[in-house]
């Protein structure tokens, strides 16, 4: 159906699921972006094969990766899957389960990810720039060097969770539990601390106004 160079402007709905299902086997990342804004349903099926995608770049010019741009993956279960380096923006991932998944330098910029598990997954790298993580569990998973500014994590759960050198900030952690977790060298600029729970967590070099915050049984020097 694809013919490698072909740019397509436009896309009929009755083969919009069959098109992007191609183009992100074909791993063709700018030919998606190209394609009309509908959603497809993805399985855990689908997600194996866009799997064996996600081996990450042999070489500075090999890109390949996995992509599921705007793609509905409500409530799959994705617990250990190998998807590091995938593009999984604008995505409904809400209800998914993504523990102890490989997710090194992902991008889920803007996706919906409310209530979903990341808990002791890699995320290393990885870019939640406004993604909606309301209510998740990332307890116990590595962000270092993550971008998640701007993201809304209210009532999250980041207990022991590594955030060393990560950008949180403008994001919204109210009601979030940040107990031991390692926030040195952070950015938490402008970030909404309301109701946040910091006791035991590293806040040392954090890029951050703590005043009025609750630091309690926090490190700070």
Do not use: W
């Not at 992100?24 to 349903?41: C, G, I, K, N």
């Not at 390949?64 to 995505?91: E, M, N, W």
């Not at 759960?157 to 952690?173: I, P, Q, V």
Request: net charge neutral; aromatic share 4%; proline share 2%.
């Amino acid at each position: 159906m694809l013919i490698s160079g072909d740019i397509i402007q436009s896309v009929p709905r009755s083969a919009y699921k069959a098109l992007q299902r191609e183009a992100a086997l074909l791993e063709l990342r700018d030919l998606v972006q190209h394609l009309q804004p509908y959603e497809a349903r993805l399985t855990q099926a689908d997600m194996i094969v866009l799997q064996r995608a996600s081996r990450g770049p042999k070489n500075p010019s090999d890109t390949r990766r996995a992509v599921a741009c705007k793609a509905d993956l409500h409530g799959v279960d994705l617990s250990g899957f190998d998807l590091k380096y995938s593009i999984l923006t604008h995505c409904n991932l809400s209800d998914v389960s993504l523990r102890g998944a490989n997710l090194y330098a992902a991008d889920f910029t803007s996706s919906v990810m409310r209530r979903s598990v990341l808990a002791r997954s890699k995320l290393e790298y990885a870019t939640f720039s406004a993604a909606d993580l309301t209510q998740s569990d990332l307890s116990g998973a590595e962000l270092s060097g993550a971008n998640l500014s701007g993201a809304n994590l209210s009532g999250a759960d980041l207990t022991n969770t590594l955030l060393y050198e990560a950008n949180l900030s403008g994001a919204n952690l109210s009601g979030a539990d940040l107990s031991r977790a390692d926030l040195s060298l952070a950015n938490l600029t402008n970030a909404k601390l309301s109701g946040t729970t910091l006791a035991g967590a590293d806040l040392r070099r954090v890029k951050a106004d703590l005043a009025g915050v609750d630091t309690r049984g926090a490190r700070l020097n």
